[in-house]
Structures are given as structure tokens and as C-alpha cells.
């Protein structure tokens, strides 16, 4: 008995072992060095920042909260939804929830979307559902980020930067936030969105999922116990993904027709 218990003991202290040596070679991995949103000068006009979609977007509002908490000329928008997503929700009930600013010639509004981790699942049309993974589901869906990313357009964003899904832990979901990527990329850029793929970013500079990696010469915890959404910090790096995008749209505008002249 003794025997077995100690060999139990000296199975479970190499499992152990291996967790905290796979975890060190995680913390080895030094992230990219991109640039922070907090380093971007606040825009002299107003912006608002309207963050849309599901938990994941979430966590991308509270980046932007912090990046630009320092701005008066910055509002922080809402629009998320925990377990919402473009199958189970409509484009029009999306775009219902969004209200452009009363004067759009004076606030630009940005418009920041990322949905999807909720939508391995069948979507409702008329009194049928398209199944998930079939021809039908996957026009239908391409055809709902396309039409989210034009009714935005059309309703007043300025720019409108749809966020891709990142790789994630689970193995069993990668292959189908990979389709649901794909599909969103190519219904976004057809609705005149700017897509931006996360996948690769979200490795964190490993050859894979990560939990943790070097940031500014400090291992880090990145990414959330259940291998899909962030800590904090992974939010304010994957926001990040934009910043060069993000310091155009919102550098002073130029008047049509009087190139030279900027609007304060």
C-alpha cells in the first residue's frame, strides 16, 4: 500500500514538474513589442469610441476605457452583450442598438466590433434554421457581417475596425473560429469595415496558444482561465493591434477641397 501510495506521489510530482517547466518555456516567450493605445495623443476634435459585440468585445471597451480615460475629446461606448453574437442576433437588432452622434459633422464615432466566440450554432431563417458548418449557414452569416458592417457605415461611422477571433486553448473550437474568422473577413471588407486578424497576434509570439508571455522584459499573465478571453493586460495589448490605424482616424480631419487646412 505504502509502495503504491509513494509511486502515486512521484506520478503526480512529475505531472507537476512538467506543468511548471511547460509553463517557464511559456513565460520565456518575449510578446511583440507593439505600441501602446495610451502612448496616442488625444484627438483635438471629439471622438467616440463605440466598442460592439459580445464578452471578448467586452474586454476590448475596458482597453479602451483605460487607453483613453486621460482624453476628454474621447467617449467610451458600450454596446457588447455576454454570449450575444451575430447567429443568434440579427445585423438589424445590432444596428438597433447603436445611436450615431446627434451631430456627426462635430463627433466622429469609431466603431470597434468583435463577435463570434458564441456562434457555433444553427441561425433562424424565416421558420427553418441553416445548420452550422452547411452552405446555407455559412452565405447567411457572411451575409450578416456585411450587412452589420454597411448599416454601421450607413448610420454614421466614421470607421468601422472589426476584430477577428484569436486563437484560443479549447482545440475542439480553433478549426471553427477559424471558418467564423474567415467568413466575418470577408463580410466585413465587402461592408467597407477594416477586418483585423487577431490569431497570429494572439500567440503572443509563442508558435501557439500561451497563457503567459514576457512583456517589457516581465513574464505576464495574458490570457483568462478558461483559455479563451484575456487578463487585463492581454485586452490592452490585442486592442494595440490597431494602434496605427486607430492614431489615422483619429488625427485632425482636412476639409474636402482645401488640402493643407486642418479642422481643430
Known amino acids: 500500500m505504502r509502495r503504491r501510495a509513494t509511486a502515486a506521489a512521484l506520478a503526480v510530482g512529475a505531472l507537476v514538474r512538467a506543468a511548471l517547466a511547460a509553463a517557464l518555456v511559456a513565460l520565456a516567450v518575449p510578446a511583440p513589442a507593439w505600441g501602446r493605445l495610451d502612448s496616442l495623443p488625444c484627438p483635438a476634435t471629439p471622438v467616440r469610441l463605440v466598442v460592439m459585440g459580445d464578452s471578448l468585445a467586452d474586454g476590448l471597451w475596458g482597453a479602451m476605457v483605460r487607453a483613453f480615460l486621460r482624453c476628454a475629446t474621447v467617449e467610451v461606448l458600450r454596446l457588447t452583450t455576454v454570449s450575444d453574437g451575430l447567429a443568434r442576433t440579427a445585423p438589424e437588432d445590432w444596428l438597433a442598438r447603436y445611436a450615431p452622434p446627434a451631430d456627426p459633422a462635430a463627433t466622429r464615432d469609431l466603431v470597434i466590433v468583435q463577435v463570434g466566440a458564441n456562434d457555433i450554432t444553427s441561425i433562424r431563417r424565416g421558420t427553418r434554421r441553416e445548420v452550422f458548418g452547411t452552405a446555407g449557414w455559412t452565405e447567411l452569416y457572411r451575409d450578416r457581417a456585411r450587412a452589420l458592417a454597411e448599416g454601421l457605415a450607413a448610420a454614421g461611422a466614421a470607421r468601422v475596425f472589426w476584430f477577428g477571433l484569436p486563437v484560443v486553448g479549447p482545440a475542439r473550437l480553433e478549426p471553427d473560429y477559424r471558418t467564423i474568422s474567415a467568413l466575418q473577413a470577408e463580410g466585413a471588407a465587402a461592408g467597407g469595415a477594416t477586418f483585423v486578424d487577431v490569431h497570429r497576434l494572439t500567440m503572443f509570439g509563442a508558435e501557439g496558444f500561451t497563457m503567459n508571455a514576457e512583456v517589457d522584459g516581465v513574464p505576464r499573465q495574458l490570457r483568462a482561465a478558461d483559455q479563451v478571453h484575456f487578463t487585463d493586460l492581454g485586452y490592452d495589448l490585442v486592442a494595440a ?24
Open 241 to 264: 493591434a490597431i494602434r496605427d490605424e486607430l492614431a489615422r482616424a483619429l488625427a485632425p480631419r482636412r476639409p474636402a477641397g482645401a488640402p493643407g487646412v486642418v479642422l481643430q
